[in-house]
């Protein structure tokens, strides 16, 4: 079987003006190459890919002031996909990413 290797839709400002384009934003796992992700696409939306394209979203450094002192902390990086539908294709990216079977808790 298959591992899952969409993690989720990445629902940004740029992202959501994309879709209407047919390109969509995704936050896969980190050791997924640009032919997994393509073929995992393709077999939960059933649409048809034109290209792939990977990059590194980097970490945050984050610092809150309190009456304490500061705190530090780090905003964990991801890996980010953007796909490039064939024209014609769209993906409904407000449904839930997953499905649930009846009855199932």
Not at 24 to 47: M, Q, S, W
Not at 65 to 78: D, E, L, P, S
């Amino acid at each position: 079987m298959a591992r899952e290797v969409l993690k989720r839709p990445l629902l940004t400002e740029k992202a959501t003006l994309q879709a209407e384009k047919g390109i969509y934003h995704f936050e896969v796992l980190p050791d997924t190459n640009k032919i997994e992700i393509a073929d995992a696409v393709r077999r939960r939306f059933g649409v048809a890919i034109k290209s792939v394209r990977v990059s590194w979203q980097k970490e945050k450094h984050k610092t809150q002031f309190t009456r304490k002192g500061a705190r530090h902390g780090v905003k964990q990086g991801f890996k980010k996909a953007i796909v490039h539908l064939e024209a014609g294709n769209t993906i409904d990216v407000f449904a839930p990413m997953e499905t649930k079977e009846k009855g199932a808790l």
